[in-house]
């Protein structure tokens, strides 16, 4: 008997469980289909600024932002000391086309504060998921998508972590969509 009642108060709480699972997965993708019909363009790299492409820099957010962009897709990769940046990646074609800055293969993945101090083509704010998360802050109606790019099980491990680490904000979280990623096993 005092089983049979155990057992009938555990599937109480699972199917309590399901139901509010069920309603929030629902709930959420309203919101995101809501979203995705709202917004019809998505601002790749933050959004070209000048003619250029591919800087996911500070001006070209603030820029396409103020155009009425709100869905915006980022480069994200994690620097030598293990932040994450908005950059499209680290080989040399990145930092000559991309960056414009000059390639060195014996440093080619930055410290944090380098990046950080870096001026892509010479005029564009580099930016670091940190500085990203800030914007998502102070404007709630910013939706990004999440490009990291091909990397390692344990480099993507590493990147959603930090992640993670950076936002500790739900409502942010919410408005994060992971994009392209794709998981090599070493």
């Known amino acids: 008997m005092?089983?049979?009642?155990?057992?009938?108060?555990?599937?109480?709480?699972?199917?309590?469980g399901i139901i509010i699972y069920t309603y929030y997965v629902r709930n959420s993708k309203?919101?995101?289909?809501?979203?995705?019909?709202?917004?019809?363009?998505?601002?790749?790299?933050?959004g070209g600024i000048d003619g250029e492409n591919y800087t996911n820099s500070k001006e070209a957010l603030e820029s396409n932002y103020n155009k009425g962009i709100r869905l915006f897709e980022v480069d994200i990769n994690l620097t030598a000391d293990g932040k994450i940046v908005?950059?499209?990646?680290?080989?040399?074609?990145d930092y000559e086309k991309k960056i414009g800055i000059k390639y060195n293969s014996e440093n080619s993945i930055m410290t944090y504060e380098k990046f950080k101090n870096v001026k892509i083509k010479?005029?564009?704010?580099t930016m670091g998921f940190d500085d990203l998360v800030s914007y998502m802050k102070k404007y709630k109606d910013i939706y990004v998508m999440l490009d990291i790019g091909s990397k390692t099980y344990e480099e993507t491990k590493k990147i959603y972590s930090e992640i993670l680490n950076v936002t500790q904000n739900k409502?942010?979280?919410?408005?994060?969509?992971?994009?392209?990623?794709?998981?090599?096993?070493?």
């Open 2 to 16: 005092y089983y049979k009642i155990i057992e009938m108060v555990l599937i109480i709480i699972v199917i309590i």
């Open 122 to 125: 010479d005029k564009y704010t």
């Open 171 to 186: 409502n942010i979280l919410d408005r994060l969509i992971t994009g392209r990623t794709h998981c090599g096993y070493d």
């Open 86 to 93: 908005c950059v499209h990646g680290w080989k040399k074609s």
């Open 30 to 46: 309203r919101k995101y289909i809501k979203m995705v019909k709202k917004n019809r363009y998505m601002a790749h790299a933050l």
